[in-house]
């Protein structure tokens, strides 16, 4: 047959590039991906905090080449007529021009957009992960605005995951300032906080947004009937069909995205997705613990 | 607030002629042909290249395109000064598409594309030098063609001193100041900007500073390009002693 | 192996006694490199000794006139198929390039009766030649020869088919034939 006569004389690289799915096909019929990962496991994560000293916090979090930059800086606002007691959260998600080969800078991303809504309904709408409450400086005068921009700089796929795990280490590590509102409408540093610091003490320490949940996701897809975890960019071009599951701090299902593709699923293989998605938040939420101690702790 | 001390320092202990310290990284980014990350005391940028490859659907002015972006989360300020910075980048931009263009041959140019993009992470000033000289080593870690490696550097005249590699909060004063992309091997200036009004011997001395700068840059990022090259060189030495066996 | 790396602009040789090759370009009389890579002079009976800066890596791969070249068809009309270019040789390169094979550029004989949808479809792989650089967009291939041609190519009912002629390949499942320009593969 044509195809199997050409291999011989193809390098390894080559038979990839022509033919992806037969090359792919032969790596998961030995139970294994071309990375040398299992099926059911996803890329080791890593997350740098305060990696940008300009916003009030930051996190840079890479799954093997995925990596995203997720960045928070605070404005004062005037809160909302109808909602006086709420700050805002403010959610961007940029794909930077260099994430991935195909990107053209000035023309605006559907998967960005996507990526939005993933995140407003994970941190705001489902999980609740963030109380608009706690941004409140002033009933009705002032209250924080956090703008949280997420730049994927380099696009390999489970892009829902990185970005979702970047924005939950800024927030994690976000302390908002002590201040007051003057007579004049001014925001100043609180006097209480001047106050209460003794002369031998350091000022009081701004305080820390508490996290309400912390949801985490994991995207997994269905490769000729077999459940592939923690997709990389060619493989997601690759499986008939890609669910991404979120899942909380105390197991709950904060939500699923099945969006279409060639294959359905029934609802085993839907169960299947958030067992792993378990399984992959105990190791997350292990490495953000550690990382958010070692941050803490260096000051 | 003055800028220089009278024992001649600046605000962050630097003397006049002392340049923040360089950290750079290449090849990062997996999915690019080259990249290279810069850090200048507190400015951070990062650089990508791909190509040269085949010319996209649509019409193009130039093969070679460079776009710098800013990150709203790189600046010091609230996000005015980050829409303030965009404009200066697209400006930028353009200038060192242009200075590009002369260093890379035309025949790869002729058919091929290459486009560099340049995000700023963080931002404290030199910003525009600092995106010269990762979008140069991006370049170059890609195995682009060049004529030759490029720096760029950033100057000011404050209190009468002629400071190099200036910081956020030095360029905000209303200085003179001078930045340029300086070509070692011809001694030539690349691409040259000024702010504000200044006498021509202000200008003089500007760059005369400015070009101590650059060199000391290339010399700097020669040597990163190649211990990382050296490095690559080493890990894959096994392998060539090994075909040589086989042979 | 004695490293000598060097960066684009260094000076390495005299351009009077040594020619120019990969990764340098020639510059007030000297020989310069282009690239970052490892210095390498070959010598080249009875003419100047060869210079060049070889990178470790891939090295950014341009299809040149004369390559072989393995390339997907994208669209096909009466006049042209448009292909990209995949591979280059036997290394693929990162991006793909856009080629055309023009009607008179399908075979060697019988020019005038080539009808382009007999001889190619969207999504076959076929080997070819690279003749040009062609105009600022594409690079003209041609399979005007015996070993050029189609390489793999799915049938109407998707499965890959088998070559039966040079002009002709048969699907193993339905039997149809479909009409093709079949490169000759030498087992």
Known sequence: MAAAEITDSLEADAFKKLYPDQFYARF???????????????????????????????????????????GIKLEIMVPKDDTPNQGQLSIAVEMAPMCSPDMRPGRPSDAAQVLVEQLNNALLASAKAVN??????????????????????????????????????????????????????????????????????????????????????LTCGL??????????????????????????????????????????????????????????????????QQAITQYDGSG | MEFVSPEGLRLDGRRPKELRKLRIKLGSLDGTDGSAFVQLGNTKVLAAVFGPRGAPTGARSSAISCVIAVSAISVQGDRRSKERLGRQATEFSRALTNA???????????????????????????????????????????????????????????????????????????????????????????????????????????????????????????????????????????????????? | MSDQVVCPGDRLVSAAEYSAGHGTHVRDGYVCASLV?????????????????????SQPLVPKPGAAVTAKVTKVNPRLASAEI????????????????????????????????????????????VLSLGDSRSYYLSTAKNELGVVYAKSVAGQPMVAISWQEMQCPQTKATEKRKVAKVTA
């Open chain 2, 100 to 247: 590009m263009e002369q260093l890379v041959p035309a025949d790869i140019l002729k058919n091929a594309c290459i486009d560099v993009h340049v995000q700023v992470l963080q931002a404290d000033g030199g910003l525009f030098a600092a995106c010269a000289n990762a979008a140069l080593l991006a370049l170059a870690n890609a195995g682009v063609p060049l004529r030759d490696i490029c720096a760029a550097c950033h100057t000011g005249l404050l209190e009468s001193t002629a400071l190099v590699d200036l910081s956020a909060q030095e360029s905000m004063q209303q200085a003179p100041q001078a930045a340029i992309l300086y070509e070692c091997r011809t001694q030539s200036i690349a691409i040259m900007q000024t702010d504000n009004k200044m006498s021509t011997t202000a200008l003089e001395e500007l760059l005369e500073l400015a070009t101590e700068g650059c060199i000391a840059l290339v010399t700097a990022m020669r040597q990163a390009l190649i211990s990382s090259t050296v490095q690559q060189l080493s890990t894959s030495a096994p392998h060539a002693s090994a075909a040589q066996r086989r042979d």
């Open chain 3, 86 to 129: 995949l591979c280059i040789g036997t290394k693929p390169v990162d991006q793909p390039f856009n080629g055309i094979i023009r009607v008179q550029d399908v075979r060697a004989t019988e020019v005038d009766k080539v009808e382009m949808y007999s001889s190619f479809r969207p999504g076959d792989i076929v080997r070819a030649e």
């Open chain 1, 28 to 70: 998961i019929a030995d139970g294994i991906r071309p990375d040398g990962r299992p099926l059911g496991r996803a890329r080791t994560a890593s997350i740098g905090l305060g990696a940008v000293s300009t916003a009030d916090s930051s996190a840079l979090v890479k799954f093997g080449n995925s990596t995203a930059l997720a």
């Open chain 3, 37 to 57: 890579g490892v210095k390498q002079v070959t010598k080249t009976g009875g003419q100047k000794p060869l210079v060049e800066v070889i990178r470790r890596g």
């Open chain 1, 132 to 217: 608009l409450d706690d941004l409140c400086i002033d009933p009705g005068k002032a209250a924080w605005v956090a703008y949280l921009d997420i730049y994927v700089l380099d696009s390999d796929g489970s892009l829902a995951d990185v970005t979702l795990l970047a924005a939950v280490a800024a927030l994690a590590t976000l302390r908002l300032p002590h201040v007051a509102v003057t007579d004049g409408g001014n925001v100043v540093p609180s006097s209480e906080a001047a106050e209460a610091a003794a002369p031998d003490e350091m000022a009081v320490e701004p305080t820390k947004l508490q996290l309400r949940s912390v949801p985490l996701a």
């Open chain 1, 223 to 288: 490769y000729k009937d077999q459940l592939i975890v923690g997709l990389t960019a060619e493989e997601e071009a690759l499986v008939a069909t890609s669910v991404t599951t979120i899942v909380d701090d105390q197991g709950r299902l904060i939500g699923q995205l099945k969006a279409g593709g060639r294959a359905e699923m029934d609802i085993a293989r839907l169960q299947d997705c958030i067992e792993a998605a378990k399984l992959r938040y105990a190791e997350l939420a292990g490495i953000l």
